[in-house]
């Protein structure tokens, strides 16, 4: 005969500890683009820090928005700092804005540019679906 271990699992009466969730891209870029269109300071926390939201708030620079970056507490996310003039104040790129592959900037300002005469946004492709 097999000797097996066995193990007795049994409820446990309560649960502790903390949980940190990574942060959502989606909602990452969304935060950005609404603290660059709001006149002032916005903090955003516990962001994604993939290279698409990086070069969202890359993007937002190039309009004139003061966007800063650094990790939060556990290094796991990222919390911005974004100033703007608000859209209003917003100025034209000196040259091309690179979206980097990230098609929700490039969606939201190719068919109307966040300031008026601004040049077309190229992205690197593919753009992702």
Same mark, same amino acid.
């Given at each position: ?6 193990? !007795?699992?049994?409820?446990?009466? #309560?649960? !502790?500890? /903390?949980? #940190?969730?990574? @942060?959502?891209?989606?909602? $990452?870029? !969304? ?9 002032? =300071?916005? #903090?955003?926390?516990? &962001? $994604?820090?993939?290279?698409? %939201?990086? $070069?969202? &708030?890359? &993007? ?5 928005? $003061?966007?800063?970056? &650094?990790?939060? =507490? /556990? ?5 911005? #700092? ?6 209003? @104040?917003?100025?034209? +790129? /000196?040259?091309? %804005? ?6 929700? %900037?490039?969606?939201?300002?190719? +068919?109307?540019?966040?300031? +008026? @005469?601004?040049? +077309? ?9």
């Amino acid at each position: 005969m097999i000797a097996t271990d066995v193990a !007795r699992v049994v409820p446990a009466a #309560r649960l !502790r500890g /903390d949980l #940190r969730l990574p @942060g959502d891209k989606s909602i $990452s870029h !969304r935060a950005l683009l609404l603290a660059t269109l709001a006149s002032g =300071a916005c #903090r955003i926390t516990a &962001a $994604s820090d993939g290279a698409d %939201v990086r $070069s969202t &708030a890359s &993007a937002m620079r190039s309009f004139g928005a $003061s966007v800063t970056a &650094a990790p939060d =507490a /556990d290094g796991r996310n990222v919390d911005y #700092r974004v100033a703007s003039p608000g859209a209003d @104040g917003l100025e034209e +790129p /000196d040259g091309v %804005v690179d979206c980097g592959t990230v098609g929700f %900037v490039f969606g939201v300002t190719a +068919p109307g540019p966040v300031v +008026p @005469g601004a040049p +077309p946004l190229p992205a690197s492709l593919p753009l992702p679906a």
